[in-house]
């Protein structure tokens, strides 16, 4: 795949791994629609979820949209999917067009101040398949990205994630590392996230 999406396109080089983050990817004036026609045009929800016995709400809104009506789980959710919207189909089409991946399915996330985050994860969830490719564009507030390899403690790396960027994981790398959006006390602008999968 030619590194052509952005100008200025990083390879983090994070050894059993594939993550290439585009800082302009969509530019900063077409983000900025992107934000706001989908931060008013999302039916945003907040989920329950259970760890350790515990329930409480998911510290983000979110959605799912798709176009081949397949649900998504995780954590013990189960999301079914809207129609894409125009602007997704928009930001699809250029995704696809540029990595020759078609992506059937995009998980937003809503972050509404600093106190929202995403804890440790992989996005390793069955339906998404051995070496899923994972496009995760940043529309609005940046926010740090932190990563750490599952078994060599000493591996870690953390990225702003800018407005208008694309950070593409590939590969091995959900198998072999987790990611979180920590919790930040400094006070922050709201954050949307749209994660494009290809749900099997």
Do not use: V
């Not at 089409?93 to 600093?114: H, P, V, W």
């Not at 694309?166 to 709201?190: D, F, S, V």
């Amino acid at each position: 795949m030619s590194d052509a999406l952005s100008p200025n396109p990083i390879n983090l080089q994070l050894p059993d791994s594939d993550i290439i983050y585009y800082p302009n990817f969509i530019a900063s004036t077409k983000a900025n629609f992107f934000f706001n026609t989908i931060k008013k045009n999302t039916p945003w929800q907040q989920d329950s979820i259970t760890l350790f016995g515990k329930t409480y709400p998911q510290p983000r809104l979110t959605a799912l949209y798709g176009n081949n009506g397949k649900p998504y789980k995780y954590s013990g959710i189960t999301m079914l999917p809207h129609s894409f919207t125009p602007e997704l189909l928009e930001i699809k089409n250029l995704l696809s067009s540029k990595t020759n991946e078609e992506f059937t399915s995009c998980l937003i996330n809503l972050y509404r101040d600093g106190s929202d985050s995403n804890g440790w994860h992989a996005d390793n969830e069955k339906e998404l398949g051995t070496n899923p490719i994972i496009a995760s564009i940043t529309l609005g507030q940046e926010r740090y990205f932190h990563l750490k390899h599952k078994t060599n403690k000493n591996l870690k790396h953390k990225i702003l994630l800018q407005h208008g960027s694309l950070l593409l994981m590939r590969g091995e790398t959900q198998h072999n590392w987790l990611h979180q959006i920590p919790k930040t006390a400094k006070p922050i602008e709201e954050r949307i996230n749209l994660t494009f999968r290809i749900i099997k």
